[in-house]
């Protein structure tokens, strides 16, 4: 190119960015236009461009990566299209046209050389310079980053700081304890867990004995729903039941009475469970005064064998409680101490499992079932262990009414080692008018003796409105024989040998009949548990099931009701008819039990043997008392043509009251349970006889005593009237099982009367 061809400024690539920086060399706005004039004043002539345009082509400058020099390359290569050849021109206007850009180092070179010239300065000069500017540039701006990155730095680690701290001091959320990250085992987690459920028992207890029970029930972690423990329905007896279906012809009664008060009552309200725990604390120090307590509490009588309450004491060494004596109710408070065979965990156990309870005193307990459990005990025992119960407590004849009540049971085991059961009835909680009930503090204290027998210290107070009781009756229940602290104990006493009798394994062999197999041992023992508590379950006044009299007006009325058995197993299914009367009779009820238990007596009595041999077959003993024990008796026809009848008997007695209660049993059935077979589908309809003392004697009145007492004799039969559960009852098998009840009434007061005479 001519030198001295100058292009115009306006035809030049602008070598300055939008942002006022010398694109050529990607510089910021360090490079300013101010800091340029002579590169842009009006007229002034560049011939940079004009000789780049004439000495590179197309085809000479390749395609380069965008970097810093983009912006001022592409402008360039798109400003000097108005420049360029016609050979560059496309001359076909629908095709795109092609762009050129300059390289880098033509770039720089024509910046430097241009510059240089203006500037006086070598283009070594210009373009070191601008390398210079561009590395000071760049270290500032790291400089700039840096700073702000330790800025954040800084921060993050305050912050990390600050959490380690938080972790430090952080708590367990569900034991409360401090936590250490990845540092705690899983053995120490279940200890931290433990000892904060120790440290809630503590806390809780502390708190309500500080009186501080107006805290919310959320407080007491230990309190749970109604669904934790499923409550058990209301089964007659705990198993005695006849399915549930309605029963028809006369009486007209079900099994499972719905209009009865504990079906009318519901589980505790979460407003209610505070008042329930403080209450059940008092209790508990009130037992244990009670239980150890002697004169002027405790008043013993003129003859020395029975203590009586002094109610004016009580009030003075009690004012709390659950308020003053209804009016109309009679107070009953007794107290007796036994050493029993069986060791104290598994006492606790009976008493607080319902199901257990129930079996052990199904002579006293008719139905029982838990509502709610508040607290199930720490330490994975019943220490603490809280629930709400209702129970209809009987006595083996229709004459005398249930008592129910609804109750808190409590359990604790206090310092010294010693456990204590306490109820009290909740009845300020849930008003009743049906209520003729209600449990003061009532329970017992176990203390652990060697050989793994218990001391037991039972205290029964109640207070009930009575007026519905017999007269036959009247004497027995006010003398503690019958809902008192004497015959829980004496019953207690007794099925803990009969306990101890199904896990012993040195069985004589001396006596024949005695069933030496372990395994049939126990069958043979359920199958008869099952059929007493049948047989407990259908004699007494329950309000589970209506007794309708059949004749007379007197106490020797028979009482009669009929039940529809279906789809039970343990019993043959049609129609039932249960048929029970009570009556007094002179004679010690020591001599009523002989002479009802003894096989060589039964035909005096025993209309269905019909004048048959009855032998025993096979025999286990139930405890010290030769009379407690479980039999296996053969009827032998006198007449030839009829089959031999098997009779399974139960018979027990201890000072508060006996029982004989029998079931005929299918042969084959027997010989299955006698080998260890399942007992649960041998079909039973158990009847017999519950023998009470009257409680006219000065000494009480009891089993064993030979005074001038009489017994108070209930008699009841279960008759399969007909197979089929839908048939109608008709009045001829009522009337033959009243003839039948009545004959055997007729033979036994017969025989004892002969006796006595």
Same mark, same amino acid.
């Given at each position: 190119?001519?030198?001295?061809?100058?292009?115009?400024?306006?035809?030049?690539?602008?070598?300055?960015?939008?942002?006022?920086?010398?694109?050529?060399?990607?510089?910021?706005?360090?490079?300013?236009?101010?800091?340029?004039?002579?590169?842009?004043?009006?007229?002034?002539?560049?011939?940079?461009?004009?000789?780049?345009?004439?000495?590179?082509?197309?085809?000479?400058?390749?395609?380069?990566?965008?970097?810093?020099?983009?912006?001022?390359?592409?402008?360039?290569?798109?400003?000097?299209?108005?420049?360029?050849?016609?050979?560059?021109?496309?001359?076909?206007?629908?095709?795109?046209?092609?762009?050129?850009?300059?390289?880098?180092?033509?770039?720089?070179?024509?910046? =430097?050389?241009?510059?240089?010239?203006?500037?006086? /300065?070598?283009?070594?000069?210009?373009? %070191?310079?601008?390398?210079?500017?561009?590395?000071?540039?760049?270290?500032?701006?790291?400089?700039?980053?840096?700073?702000?990155?330790?800025?954040?730095?800084?921060?993050?680690?305050?912050?990390?700081?600050?959490?380690?701290?938080?972790?430090?001091? =952080?708590?367990?959320?569900?034991?409360?304890?401090?936590?250490?990250?990845?540092?705690?085992?899983?053995?120490?987690?279940?200890?931290?867990?433990?000892?904060?459920?120790?440290?809630?028992?503590?806390?809780?207890?502390?708190?309500?004995?500080?009186?501080?029970?107006?805290?919310?029930?959320?407080?007491?972690?230990?309190?749970?729903?109604?669904?934790?423990?499923?409550?058990?329905?209301?089964?007659?007896?705990?198993?005695?039941?006849?399915?549930?279906?309605?029963?028809?012809?006369?009486?007209?009664?079900?099994?499972?009475?719905?209009?009865?008060?504990?079906?009318?009552?519901?589980?505790?309200?979460?407003? $209610?469970?505070?008042?329930?725990?403080?209450?059940?604390?008092?209790?508990?120090?009130?037992?244990?005064?009670?239980?150890?307590?002697?004169?002027?509490?405790?008043?013993?009588?003129?003859?020395?064998?029975?203590?009586?309450? &002094?109610? $004016?004491?009580?009030?003075?060494? %009690?004012?709390?409680?659950?308020?003053?004596?209804?009016?109309? %109710?009679?107070?009953?408070?007794?107290?007796?101490?036994?050493?029993?065979?069986?060791?104290?965990?598994?006492?606790?156990?009976?008493?607080?499992?319902?199901?257990?309870?129930?079996?052990?005193?199904?002579?006293?307990?008719?139905?029982?079932?838990?509502?709610?459990?508040?607290?199930?005990?720490?330490?994975?025992?019943?220490?603490?262990?809280?629930?709400?119960?209702?129970?209809?407590?009987?006595?083996?004849?229709?004459?005398?009414?249930?008592?129910?009540?609804?109750?808190?049971?409590?359990?604790?085991?206090?310092?010294?080692?010693?456990?204590?059961?306490?109820?009290?009835?909740?009845?300020?909680?849930?008003?009743?008018?049906?209520?003729?009930?209600?449990?003061?503090?009532?329970?017992?204290?176990?203390?652990?003796?060697?050989?793994?027998?218990?001391?037991?210290?039972?205290?029964?107070?109640?207070?009930?409105?009575?007026?519905?009781?017999?007269?036959?009756?009247?004497?027995?229940?006010?003398?503690?024989?019958?809902?008192?602290?004497?015959?829980?104990?004496?019953?207690? $006493?007794?099925?803990?040998?009969?306990?101890?009798?199904?896990?012993?394994?040195?069985?004589?062999?001396?006596?024949?009949?005695?069933?030496?197999?372990?395994?049939?041992?126990?069958?043979?023992?359920?199958?008869?548990?099952?059929?007493?508590?049948?047989?407990?379950?259908?004699?007494?006044?329950?309000?589970?099931?209506?007794?309708?009299?059949?004749?007379?007006?007197?106490?020797?009325?028979?009482?009669?009701?009929?039940?529809?058995?279906?789809?039970?197993?343990?019993?043959?299914?049609?129609?039932?008819?249960?048929?029970?009367?009570?009556?007094?009779?002179?004679?010690?009820?020591?001599?009523?039990?002989?002479?009802?238990?003894?096989?060589?007596?039964?035909?005096?009595?025993?209309? /269905?043997?019909?004048?048959?041999?009855?032998?025993?077959?096979?025999?286990?003993? &139930?405890?010290?008392?030769?009379?407690?024990?479980?039999?296996?008796?053969?009827?032998?026809?006198?007449?030839?043509?009829?089959?031999?009848?098997?009779? /399974?008997?139960?018979?027990?007695?201890?000072?508060?009251?006996?029982?004989?209660?029998?079931?005929?049993?299918?042969?084959?059935?027997?010989?299955?349970?006698?080998?260890?077979?399942?007992?649960?589908?041998?079909?039973?309809?158990?009847?017999? %006889?519950?023998?009470?003392?009257?409680?006219?004697?000065?000494?009480?009145?009891?089993?064993?005593?030979?005074?001038?007492?009489?017994?108070?004799?209930?008699?009841?039969?279960?008759?399969?009237?007909?197979?089929?559960?839908?048939?109608?009852?008709? /009045?001829?098998?009522?009337?033959?099982?009243?003839?039948?009840?009545?004959?055997?009434?007729?033979?036994?007061?017969?025989?004892?009367?002969?006796?006595?005479?």
């Amino acid at each position: 190119m001519p030198a001295g061809i100058m292009i115009p400024a306006r035809n030049m690539p602008s070598m300055i960015g939008r942002n006022g920086t010398v694109g050529g060399f990607g510089l910021s706005s360090g490079l300013s236009l101010g800091q340029q004039p002579n590169l842009m004043e009006g007229g002034h002539l560049l011939p940079l461009d004009h000789m780049a345009q004439n000495t590179t082509s197309e085809s000479d400058i390749p395609r380069i990566r965008e970097d810093e020099f983009v912006d001022s390359a592409t402008k360039s290569g798109s400003e000097n299209q108005e420049g360029a050849s016609g050979e560059d021109q496309d001359p076909r206007p629908n095709k795109k046209k092609r762009y050129h850009r300059h390289t880098q180092h033509q770039i720089q070179e024509m910046e =430097a050389k241009e510059l240089s010239r203006e500037l006086g /300065l070598e283009p070594l000069q210009v373009k %070191f310079w601008f390398q210079n500017k561009r590395t000071q540039m760049k270290t500032q701006h790291e400089r700039h980053e840096n700073t702000q990155l330790r800025t954040e730095n800084e921060k993050l680690r305050a912050d990390n700081m600050r959490f380690r701290e938080a972790l430090s001091n =952080a708590s367990c959320p569900n034991c409360g304890g401090p936590t250490a990250i990845g540092e705690m085992s899983f053995d120490e987690h279940h200890l931290r867990l433990e000892n904060a459920r120790l440290r809630e028992e503590i806390d809780r207890i502390s708190a309500i004995a500080a009186k501080y029970v107006g805290k919310p029930v959320g407080s007491y972690p230990l309190l749970s729903s109604p669904s934790s423990v499923p409550p058990r329905p209301l089964e007659l007896g705990i198993g005695g039941g006849f399915g549930g279906q309605p029963g028809g012809g006369i009486g007209g009664g079900d099994m499972y009475g719905a209009g009865d008060l504990l079906r009318s009552i519901s589980g505790p309200t979460e407003a $209610d469970k505070p008042i329930i725990i403080e209450l059940a604390v008092a209790a508990m120090e009130e037992l244990i005064g009670m239980a150890q307590m002697g004169e002027p509490l405790w008043l013993t009588t003129l003859d020395g064998t029975t203590t009586v309450l &002094n109610e $004016d004491e009580y009030i003075r060494s %009690f004012p709390r409680g659950i308020g003053p004596k209804p009016a109309g %109710f009679k107070c009953e408070a007794s107290r007796e101490t036994a050493v029993v065979i069986m060791n104290h965990v598994s006492l606790v156990e009976i008493l607080m499992d319902t199901n257990q309870w129930s079996t052990v005193f199904s002579g006293i307990v008719s139905r029982a079932m838990t509502l709610e459990v508040l607290s199930t005990g720490v330490a994975g025992n019943y220490n603490g262990a809280l629930q709400v119960m209702t129970a209809e407590l009987q006595v083996p004849s229709p004459l005398v009414p249930t008592r129910e009540s609804y109750f808190v049971r409590y359990c604790k085991q206090h310092a010294d080692g010693t456990w204590a059961v306490v109820d009290v009835s909740l009845d300020n909680l849930r008003p009743s008018p049906s209520a003729r009930c209600r449990r003061r503090p009532s329970g017992c204290l176990i203390q652990e003796m060697p050989n793994g027998y218990s001391k037991v210290i039972w205290v029964e107070h109640v207070e009930v409105d009575d007026r519905g009781v017999h007269s036959l009756y009247k004497q027995l229940v006010s003398s503690g024989h019958a809902f008192g602290a004497k015959r829980w104990i004496a019953t207690l $006493d007794r099925q803990c040998e009969r306990l101890a009798s199904a896990m012993a394994t040195n069985i004589p062999t001396v006596d024949v009949g005695v069933i030496t197999n372990q395994d049939g041992r126990k069958s043979m023992l359920k199958l008869a548990e099952r059929m007493v508590i049948s047989f407990c379950a259908g004699v007494s006044a329950s309000t589970a099931h209506t007794w309708t009299t059949l004749s007379g007006t007197g106490a020797d009325d028979v009482r009669v009701m009929t039940r529809k058995s279906v789809d039970d197993p343990g019993r043959p299914p049609g129609i039932v008819l249960s048929a029970a009367t009570s009556f007094w009779l002179p004679v010690p009820p020591k001599r009523v039990f002989e002479f009802l238990r003894d096989e060589n007596s039964r035909s005096e009595w025993d209309i /269905l043997s019909n004048g048959g041999v009855v032998q025993e077959m096979a025999h286990i003993a &139930n405890g010290r008392d030769t009379g407690n024990c479980v039999s296996l008796l053969r009827v032998n026809s006198a007449n030839s043509s009829q089959s031999n009848m098997l009779i /399974l008997q139960e018979s027990c007695t201890d000072s508060t009251g006996s029982f004989v209660i029998y079931a005929p049993v299918d042969i084959v059935a027997m010989n299955v349970v006698l080998n260890g077979g399942d007992p649960d589908y041998v079909a039973l309809l158990p009847s017999g %006889f519950a023998i009470l003392p009257d409680g006219t004697t000065s000494h009480g009145g009891g089993i064993g005593e030979t005074g001038p007492c009489g017994s108070l004799l209930t008699v009841a039969f279960q008759i399969l009237v007909d197979s089929v559960p839908t048939a109608k009852l008709s /009045l001829g098998s009522v009337a033959t099982v009243n003839n039948l009840i009545a004959c055997t009434v007729d033979r036994i007061k017969a025989s004892l009367s002969g006796e006595v005479a």
